[in-house]
């Protein structure tokens, strides 16, 4: 369960020696590993460290990293704890720009002609500076009378996020209880979570009449409490603990739950999320994931046949 610091990207050698310079400065290191092979694009080295020193700095300790992670263009991820992938667990993702590499509401808006007018509006509430719901009544209120058929060839068109397919097939091999928490739609999140053989989902439900998009929604809206709530209500059906928890999002409705699970990772995230967030990675997609929890890269693929 020790506290651990994982570089990602194109570390070299004379990068390594400097950050391990400042690292061991006050004989952190307990040991390293190089969780990436020579014929790998990108670099993981993860440093285990002694946990006494780091649990009293943990802010100031991920705030200089987030600077380093800036200014280098390489993940330098701090983690309290470390989880053990091997046992069984809980993950849940945001599904718009964390599953999928796009908003759906945007999609759609471009279907509809209003394209600039929704991404904006999006925009603006993902990086924390509009209220979530707010936002999203307003942006599904501007779809009233979309067609509805137009949404096959908005999924068809989507593109999923780079890992996603390794994450899950590691995550299920270990049957994790996997769930899609989305401010998007249950028509697109169902989709995703069949290809990939996701546990469950939540997220929100369009009201269509007459082949159309009245511009409401069914039910209650998955905003940012929402999807705390969820969260927590999955590892309690479950009796998971807590220290087997991953959260993995980008936008700024997800960082409450972000910030409850034992490991919240912030994947291309926005500013405000990267500064909030437990686990910030830019440098890969979601299999980045599997590199924080200590797998090799060989380990990896000899489970996800890659």
């Known amino acids: 369960m020790s506290a651990s610091i994982t570089l990602i990207g194109s570390v070299t050698p004379s990068y390594q020696e400097s950050f391990e310079a400042w690292l061991n400065k006050d004989n952190s290191i307990t040991n390293k590993q190089k969780l990436t092979n020579n014929s790998d694009i990108n670099v993981v080295i993860r440093y285990n460290l002694r946990n006494a020193y780091y649990d009293t700095k943990a802010s100031e300790i991920r705030a200089h990293l987030l600077s380093l992670s800036d200014s280098t ?171 087997q928890t991953i959260a993995c999002g980008d936008g700024a409705n997800d960082l409450l739950m972000l910030n409850t699970a034992s490991m919240g990772v912030a994947l291309h995230a926005k500013p405000l999320v990267r500064k909030e967030a437990p686990q910030p990675i830019n440098a890969l997609g979601l299999d980045g994931i599997l590199y924080l929890l200590g797998m090799s890269s060989s380990e990896i693929r000899a489970i996800a046949d890659i």
């Open 73 to 243: 263009k390489i993940d330098h991820v701090y983690q309290s704890i470390s989880i053990d992938i091997t046992l069984p667990g809980v993950a849940v993702f945001d599904m718009d720009s964390t599953l999928i590499q796009a908003e759906v509401m945007d999609e759609l808006a471009v279907e509809f002609g209003i394209g600039e007018q929704i991404a904006s509006i999006t925009e603006s509430a993902m990086r924390g500076e509009i209220d979530f719901t707010e936002s999203f009544v307003q942006r599904l209120a501007l779809l009233d009378g979309l067609k509805s058929d137009v949404m096959d060839g908005v999924y068809d068109r989507i593109t999923h996020m780079e890992g996603v397919g390794t994450l899950m097939k590691v995550l299920n091999h270990f049957q994790w209880r996997t769930a899609i928490l989305s401010g998007g739609f249950t028509y697109f999140a169902d989709r995703i979570a069949e290809v990939y053989s996701i546990s469950e989902v939540h997220a929100n439900v369009l009201e269509i009449e007459a082949g159309k998009l009245t511009g409401k929604h069914i039910g209650p809206i998955v905003d940012a409490v929402r999807k705390k709530q969820l969260l927590e209500e999955i590892v309690l059906a479950s009796a998971t603990p807590w220290t």
